[in-house]
C-alpha cells in the first residue's frame, strides 16, 4: 500500500466546451469528462455538503479554456493530476487559499467553500460537486456583498 504524501499541485490551461448538455472538459492526456447538466447560478459563495468532492473551473473569457482545481483530492497520484492539467490545493479546516485570482477556496470542517468575483477572475466560474450517489454543478455568477477581501 502506497504511503505517498498527495500536495498541492499548479494547475495549466485545458480545454473546454460549453454544451446544453453540460460542461466538458478535456485534460492535456487527451481523456475528456462532462459534468452533466446546466449548473445551477449562485451569488456570493458555495459551500458544499460533508465529504463532497469539489472541483473548480475557471473559464478565460473565450470560454474554450480554462484552469480546474481539485479541493482537498487525496485520491488522484501528483503524476496524474500534471499530466492532465488539473490543479489540487490541501487546505486543513479553518484554512483558505486563492486557487485564481478572484477565486478563494476554504474548508471549514468536512465542506469546502468557494468563493469568486468571476469579473476579477475574468471568466466563468465554476463549481462540481460530486461524491458515489450524485453530482451537481453550479456558476458563481457574482461576488459576495462583503467583497473578496472579507474571505482572504
Known sequence: ???HAHGDVPPTSI???LREEGVVVEYLDGRTT???GVPEAVEGSFITGPGKETHVLVTDPTETEGVMTYVNDYKTDDEILRDSGVGRVILEDGERE???PGVIVGRKGQRNEVVADPEVAGGRVFVFVED???EASYELLAPPEDGLDAYR
Request: hydrophobic share 40%.
Open 98 to 100: 486563492e486557487v485564481f
Open 15 to 17: 480545454g473546454i466546451e
Open 1 to 3: 500500500m502506497s504511503t
Open 132 to 134: 458515489e450517489w450524485q
Open 34 to 36: 462532462l459534468y452533466r
